[in-house]
């Protein structure tokens, strides 16, 4: 079966070692049968702001219309993301709640039971850090890995998530850099050659 990857990256900023890991997991998936695709989301053009909730619906700027196509067309998604105050960046999380919405990413039937509209997808999540990762997980309980596997991802039918921690970021040299995105590379690799996702 062809694999449909679909990497977003939610710094906003291009010199961000973000970048470069969402650019490094691309060149290590690629291969015969892989088809993958990006989005930035710094580079998106929308309202962060879900101004009415659920109440109303807001109308889709053609930025995220066509980042709901390509989440529909992934069967693996990857997630990176720097950890900003516990969790990820506010546009991140604007995008996620403009587009992570009943009859896109879930549903519920006539009696009230959850449809699971992304049902048989796969995710990694990758997450950079200034902090180690182990304070991180153990600490903080990995508080927005959290909330975006199990309460996003899991809630809309996204069970099956891999989770990766670049911590201690802030005094990286070069050679750590060049550690992370070789790291990242090879993750990339096992992903795509793992028959479960």
């Given at each position: 079966m062809e694999k449909k990857i679909l990497i977003i990256n939610g710094h906003?900023?291009?010199?961000?070692?973000?970048?470069?890991?969402?650019?490094?997991?691309?060149k290590g998936a690629a291969a015969k049968d892989v088809v993958i695709k990006k989005i930035n989301i710094g580079e998106l053009e929308f309202d962060l702001n879900l101004k009415f909730g659920y109440k109303?619906?807001?109308?889709?700027?053609?930025?995220?219309?066509?980042s709901i196509e390509k989440i529909k067309w992934a069967n693996h998604i990857v997630f990176v993301y720097p950890l900003w105050?516990?969790?990820?960046?506010?546009?991140?999380k604007g995008f996620i709640d403009r587009i992570f919405l009943p009859k896109i990413a879930f549903d519920h039937d006539g009696n009230g039971k959850r449809i699971e509209l992304l049902k048989g997808k796969?995710?990694?999540?990758?997450?950079?850090?200034?902090?180690?990762?182990?304070?991180?997980?153990?600490?903080?309980?990995?508080c927005a890995t959290v909330q975006l596997k199990h309460?996003?991802?899991?809630?809309?039918?996204?069970?099956?998530?891999?989770?990766?921690?670049?911590?201690?970021?802030g005094k990286m040299g070069e050679e750590k850099r060049k550690e992370i995105l070789k790291t990242t590379e090879s993750i990339a690799q096992k992903d795509v050659y793992n028959p479960t996702i």
């Open positions: 906003p900023d291009k010199e961000s070692l973000n970048y470069a890991i969402a650019d490094a997991y691309e109303k619906e807001m109308e889709l700027e053609p930025d995220l219309k066509d105050w516990g969790s990820y960046p506010a546009v991140m796969s995710a990694r999540i990758i997450v950079t850090m200034e902090q180690p990762a182990w304070y991180y997980k153990f600490v903080c309980h990995s309460i996003t991802l899991n809630f809309c039918g996204i069970k099956k998530t891999k989770t990766t921690y670049f911590g201690s970021i």
